[in-house]
């Protein structure tokens, strides 16, 4: 009895120490260099709540402003990217966090929300467009897609809808926006987010003029519940930030960004040239890495800790360094750093009221630098390619390489504006080691939904495959163009997941691998949006000229000279004149007999029209009075 | 003149403390560019430095409605990755003023409404508050009867219309009925309209709300011009209207307590400094000229930390009478309107009507264009007297001809 009530003590005390740890934050920088004076800069921002506090709205480091959001739409997951930018794996590797932290170029979301709420998504996407300043409530129902095998809830789900005692399904909505620029007012709410929204800890590195100029960069917001079997759940937003900077570029001073070329006799020639000369210089580079530090990459150093989770007991470090053993580091602070040395990387924890700073000086390293920079080989390589040519019919083409000696299943998502029509027709699976396992295929509606293709391949060993199909570009109504129509309407990147399998597991890597084509630009026929105007302006004039000539014979009779009734004013002129006309008649004595013939002509009878009747009458007046 | 205004002139006079004194409780901005593209970085700078100004005055985000249809900021032309300047010196960055201000909570930008979004729709929308229940609280402008509203546009325009992004535009009479709508529904108190375009004085001609002062770059067949161009960014960085406007903001409004008048701010835009004839529309205000004159600039560009006082929720009698007064008053204010003769002239002195209530009179369209002036007229029916002239000299010539 007495046993059994000391245990049941500890268990009893168990879920509030638990529930304390619940409610946290942690942050977390990885620095990586890469080949060709690269770096690499990926942060984690996590913070936890237990989902209790959250449907009470209670938080202390989960935000708000967001938490709000789900709770309205009753979103259960969300995932949500900026990107901008390619990855360029033939000089950097493998894609950081294996993909999972990646979006299309521009905005992608994507989350799992109850099934049985309709206005939920429309909700979502507006009222995210509000809190990020991006034009998300573009991701209409044209725009809006439910992938089947391409994603899968990275959270405890259905533990989740257990403890809600929720009974409707859930189910996921993918949209993406390949246009949507990403700039600061993006990041300006990204950072809000953070409990110490970029003033302290490695957020305060985060400045837009070196993020956005980066070479890739990508900004992720994720949010996920996590269901212990007990039925405790927490909810889990995970927000990152990954970037590869020139280091070369973002060391430049901001007030005067642009090169200038260096003096000659800066410049180190390579002599081994054999046209090297006093007059002719091959220009060798410094060699050996280049010297940078984070308050020169990032324009300032970290502003201290932000150590929120009660302080002491945190035992991680806040930054890895991974650059090889024999690489100078010096960590500049003003109090001493706990660090940790590896082989290969290097872990720091930020003080908390001090500047961090680490400063590696330019160095020739003695190993070979294949060494240092060992890359990670990716486990695909994926391009897609617009082909065909004129404004009517196009094609798609995408290459996939399978690199390893292995044999990889895929999964190949296209979600497709609808006025780009693939004709099904067409797919082809070309190469030799391809093989098509499954395909979901969702026709487009005109102006309603897009095309939604889901592949499910079967790749060969060390082999290329080729996906194909041609396309018919719809032609829009006037009003749908955008502002900027001649530049072309741009294609979402297509998803690819791989899919683990035996020998990626073996090597412990067993999660999905992810990775994005490149997004497209796609030139539509484009009207000349001055022609409606045009148009306008001839019609107009067509009709003014027949109208007018129409109108004309209705309405004017046509009569004889001698028909038109003489009005009363013109009488009186004609009297004057004729009385004029008789003096100098009796003046002259001769003259009239040519008169007389002038006025003959008239008198001969011409048809004249109503207007021009006081004209010709007037004029001729003095020869036809003459006969009377 | 001013002796035949002399009881208007009398009564504004001693209106006057009731005027100065603030009765708004809240300030919103409306800053809205329409150009896109990269050679009308000009338009964003502008808008920015408003943005800029107004937030350092006390306006705080949330009340800020930003429109820019295009990214210059990101934009790849752009050697200045993540800035937007507005002075060929480039000590102020508009985008993310971070260095200098983040200690005064002032580094960020948010943008509520970009790219393809800045529409004539959506701003319209905008000002009247029609939008789906879904439509986030950051994009709305949710301005009460005790709201000033400050609303400055940007872009490229001509006689009474303003384009958006190239492919639609906003004419004037699209603007007075927004006001319009925006005044029966009671979303402002006082507003003030600014605008720098070409001929930007013609937009508010057709103004008929009351409580809109309003203010332009340019007169009718007026360019408005830029200032001066940044070789390093390529383009021309600000307008010159906006710029002696920030010129003025910055070197007169030090603080948020600065007691600077209107007046002061509208007689700044010479036409040396500006190039063109900058306008102000005053009628539509209560007291008009001399009154509007001597407000405070903080009035609109700055805030207030007013409390509005709501007593209740309970619906009572009084209610509905109020409103039934209040929609009685509007429709007496409609029929005056209609049964209002037509005045010839566009900045027409309304009369104080017998209720007490300006009888703002509805500015007649006037088709020919020709408002006030003779000059154009007389050379008109010159040119037809000459027309005439010669048709009737060639007419005899032939005639003659024809004798002969």
């Known amino acids: ?628 | 003149m001013r002796l035949t205004n002399f009881p208007s002139w009398l009564l504004a006079l001693l209106a006057l403390p009731l005027f100065t004194a603030a009765v708004h409780t809240s300030n919103w901005a409306v800053l809205v560019s329409t150009s896109r593209f990269w050679f009308n970085y000009r338009h964003l700078a502008n808008t920015l430095s408003l943005y800029r100004t107004v937030k350092r005055l006390g306006i705080p985000d949330n009340q800020i409605i930003l429109m820019l249809p295009d990214d210059m900021a990101c934009n790849p032309r752009n050697t200045f990755t993540g800035s937007v300047f507005n002075d060929k010196s480039r000590m102020l960055d508009l985008y993310d003023d971070k260095g200098a201000l983040e200690d005064l909570g002032m580094g960020g930008i948010e943008v509520d409404y970009r790219g393809n979004e800045v529409t004539v729709e959506n701003f319209i929308r905008l000002l009247t508050d029609r939008w789906p229940s879904s439509h986030p609280h950051s994009k709305r402008l949710m301005t009460g009867p005790q709201s000033n509203v400050l609303i400055y546009m940007t872009g490229h325009g001509g006689n009474e219309f303003l384009k958006f992004q190239d492919s639609e535009e906003i004419s004037s009479f699209d603007l007075a009925d927004a006001f319009e709508q925006m005044y029966e529904k009671k979303r402002y108190h006082e507003m003030l309209f600014m605008i720098d375009t070409c001929q930007a004085n013609t937009m508010y001609s057709a103004f008929y709300s009351p409580g809109v002062l309003a203010t332009g770059s340019s007169a009718r067949d007026q360019s408005s011009y830029s200032h001066h161009a940044d070789q390093d960014v390529g383009v021309a960085v600000i307008d010159r209207w906006t710029y002696f406007y920030l010129e003025f903001l910055e070197t007169r409004m030090n603080s948020t307590s600065s007691d600077i008048r209107l007046g002061e701010l509208f007689d700044y835009m010479t036409f040396d400094r500006v190039h063109s004839d900058a306008g102000v529309r005053y009628d539509l205000l209560e007291g008009r000229e001399q009154a509007v004159r001597e407000r405070r600039v903080l009035d609109f560009f700055g805030n207030v930390q007013g409390v509005e006082i709501e007593t209740g929720t309970q619906e009572t009698q009084n209610d509905w009478k109020k409103d039934l007064e209040a929609l009685q008053e509007l429709g007496a204010r409609a029929e005056s309107q209609q049964t209002a003769p037509k005045s010839k002239d566009k900045n027409a002195t309304a009369s104080t009507a017998a209720n007490g209530m300006p009888n703002v009179s509805r500015v007649s369209l006037d088709m020919a264009q020709g408002g006030g002036s003779w000059l154009k007229k007389m050379a008109g029916a010159a040119s037809l007297a000459v027309l005439g002239g010669a048709w009737m000299a060639s007419n005899k010539l032939t005639k003659q001809y024809a004798v002969k």
């Open chain 1, 1 to 628: 009895m007495r046993l059994s009530t000391l245990l049941t003590l500890p268990a009893a005390l168990l879920p509030l120490i638990y529930a304390k740890e619940q409610h946290s934050y942690t942050e977390h920088l990885h620095l990586k260099p890469l080949p060709d004076n690269s770096l690499y800069a990926g942060f984690t921002f996590t913070s936890t709540t237990p989902y209790t506090a959250y449907a009470s709205n209670h938080f202390r480091y989960f935000p708000r402003s967001l938490a709000q959001i789900l709770q309205y739409t009753h979103t259960a997951e969300l995932h949500l990217r900026f990107a901008l930018g390619r990855w360029d794996e033939e000089s950097w590797g493998s894609r950081p966090r294996r993909g999972s932290r990646e979006g299309g170029n521009g905005v992608e979301l994507w989350a799992w929300m109850d099934a049985d709420a309709e206005e939920g998504w429309s909700d979502l996407v507006n009222s995210l467009s509000g809190l990020f300043c991006a034009s998300l409530n573009f991701v209409d129902s044209g725009k809006t897609t439910r992938p089947v095998l391409s994603f899968e809830p990275e959270g405890t789900l259905e533990e989740l809808q257990e403890t809600r005692n929720g009974t409707g399904e859930l189910r996921l909505l993918h949209g993406m926006l390949p246009h949507e620029v990403v700039c600061t007012e993006n990041l300006t709410p990204f950072l809000k987010l953070l409990p110490c929204k970029g003033k302290a800890g490695i957020s305060s590195l985060l400045d837009g003029h070196k993020l956005f100029d980066a070479n890739w960069q990508t900004m992720a917001v994720d949010v996920r519940p996590i269901c212990s079997t007990g039925g405790d759940c927490i909810l889990e937003i995970q927000q990152t930030v990954d970037m590869v900077l020139d280091i070369e570029r973002s060391m430049r001073p901001r007030e005067s960004p642009i090169p200038r070329p260096l003096p000659i006799k800066d410049i180190t020639c390579d002599e081994t040239k054999g046209y090297n000369g006093h007059d002719t210089c091959y220009p060798e580079g410094p060699g050996g890495e280049m010297g940078w530090s984070l308050s020169s990459v990032f324009g300032r150093p970290i502003r201290g800790s932000c150590a929120l989770g009660g302080g002491e007991e945190e035992e991680g470090f806040d930054i890895t360094l991974k650059v090889p053993s024999e690489r100078t580091v010096e960590v500049i602070s003003e109090t001493a750093i706990p660090q940790s040395t590896s082989s290969g990387s290097r872990a720091y924890r930020l003080p908390k009221d001090a500047n961090f700073d680490l400063d590696l000086p330019h160095q020739a390293l003695e190993s070979s630098s294949s060494g240092a920079f060992a890359l990670e080989q990716p486990p695909l390589y994926a391009s897609r390619q617009l082909t065909g040519h004129g404004a009517e019919r196009g094609g798609m083409h995408t290459l996939l390489r399978n690199p390893h000696p292995y044999a990889q299943r895929i999964v190949y998502l296209e979600s497709l504006p609808w006025f780009l029509r693939p004709y099904m027709h067409t797919l082809e699976l070309s190469g030799a080691g391809g093989k098509m396992e499954k395909m979901f295929y969702t026709p487009l509606l005109d102006r309603q939904r897009g095309t939604h293709l889901e592949l499910l391949i079967e790749i060969q060993p060390r082999s290329t495959v080729e996906i194909t199909y041609d396309f018919e570009k719809a032609i829009l109504r006037y009003t749908e163009y955008p502002p900027d129509a001649n530049r072309g309407f741009d294609i979402p990147a297509a998803v690819i997941r791989v899919l683990p399998n035996n020998a990626t597991q073996d090597q412990g890597q067993g999660r999905d691998y992810y990775l994005r084509t490149t997004s497209l630009l796609l030139p539509l026929p484009t009207p000349d949006f001055s022609m409606p105007y045009n148009v306008i302006i001839l019609t107009s004039t067509v009709i003014a000229l027949g109208f007018g000539s129409i109108f004309n014979l209705l309405v004017r009779s046509f009569v004889l000279v001698e028909e038109v009734p003489v009005g009363a004013l013109a009488g009186v002129v004609w009297r004057l004149k004729d009385g004029v006309a008789r003096v100098r008649g009796m003046l002259k004595g001769g003259g009239v007999g040519k008169e007389d013939d002038g006025g003959g002509v008239v008198k001969k009878g011409e048809v004249v029209v109503g207007g021009e009747v006081r004209k010709v009458n007037g004029g001729g007046g003095g020869g036809g009075k003459k006969d009377t």
